[in-house]
């Protein structure tokens, strides 16, 4: 599991800000908004966009997918 923090995430028209996203694999498993400062979480700043695919939610910033292995 990989748990990144942005400073707004977008969902179908839902913006969390600032946001937390966990991924696991290429999916997105859990959203919720950045309340206090989270063990093993990555900042990444910036906008994420999620967006639904073949049954399962995608992260995107910057047009790149994001997964649980960064690169």
Do not use: S
């Not at 990444?44 to 690169?71: C, P, S, W």
């Amino acid at each position: 599991m990989r748990r990144v923090a942005a400073n707004t995430a977008i969902c179908n028209d839902k913006r969390i800000e600032p946001a937390v996203i966990e991924l696991v694999g290429n999916a997105v498993v859990r959203c919720f908004p950045l309340k206090e400062e989270l063990a093993m979480t990555e900042w990444i700043g910036g906008e994420v966009h999620i967006q639904g695919h073949e049954g399962n939610l995608r992260a995107y910033k910057d047009a790149k997918m994001l997964t649980e292995h960064a690169f």
